[in-house]
């Protein structure tokens, strides 16, 4: 069975602090995605990598950054949170079919 | 640049009746499309993509290159069948994805 496992389901920061978000895939996929996931607005592309140490803007980055130091991680990071980052942070995986999703991250910035 | 448009956000049914959700696209090559659906409580799945042509859960949908759209349909929709649903676009060899705003559908008893 397929997995992508994201580490925190619920986080809830503060303004200012830098967050990690972790991501894990065991399908040996090259490649990875963030996405936010925001009431009408859908599903929006963060960053996304096509193979380690890779890594292109999606069509959202600005506020974010990201890393991809082994081909099974892709985590996703905050440098310094805001409040219009509460979201759900969404982490995918995709090989030559489908695109598999993790549960997802809920993040609150207070 | 490619993008999604579902026009509706809410779409509210009987069980029993038919249900459609719109979905239109703009890309300027060859796209592949996709459905997602995401059940309460659980992970954003695969419902079907157009180039398998498959019903899945009595669910189907068909490529419209002359209309741009890629129209979700099921004849008799069914309570289980309540939930967000987001169409997808990929250019063809491109594996980033691009959805929709999505539309959540209740099927009312």
């Known amino acids: 069975d397929v997995k992508v496992t994201q580490s925190s389901r619920y986080l809830v920061k503060r303004t200012g602090e830098k967050v990690f978000l972790e991501c894990v895939q065991d399908?040996?996929?090259?490649?990875m995605f963030w996405y936010r996931q925001d009431p009408g607005l859908g599903l929006r592309l963060i960053y996304f990598?096509?193979?380690?140490?890779?890594?292109e803007k999606g069509d959202i980055p600005e506020g974010y950054s990201v890393s991809r130091e082994k081909k099974e991680r892709f985590s996703l990071i905050l440098e310094s949170a805001s409040t219009n980052q509460t979201s759900m942070y969404l982490c995918?995986?995709?090989?030559?079919?489908?695109?598999?999703f993790g549960e997802g991250s809920r993040l609150t910035v207070l | 640049a490619q993008r999604v448009t579902q026009p509706e956000k809410l779409l509210s049914v009987f069980k029993g009746a038919p249900v459609e959700l719109k979905c239109n696209y703009s890309?300027?090559?060859?796209?592949?499309l996709f459905w997602y659906v995401q059940y309460s409580r659980q992970r954003l799945q695969l419902l079907l993509r157009?180039?398998s042509r498959e019903s899945i859960k009595g669910f189907t949908a068909d490529l419209n290159k002359g209309e741009t759209s890629f129209h979700l349909k099921k004849p008799f929709a069914q309570e289980e069948d309540s939930a967000m649903y987001y169409c997808?676009?990929?250019?063809?060899?491109?594996?980033?994805?691009?959805f929709g705003a999505g539309t959540t559908v209740t099927v009312r008893a």
């Open positions: 997808a676009l990929s250019g063809w060899g491109d594996y980033k994805l691009s």
């Open positions: 995918a995986s995709r090989g030559p079919g489908e695109l598999f």
């Open positions: 399908m040996d996929h090259e490649n």
């Open positions: 990598s096509y193979d380690v140490k890779m890594k």
């Open positions: 890309y300027s090559g060859s796209p592949e």
């Open positions: 157009h180039i």
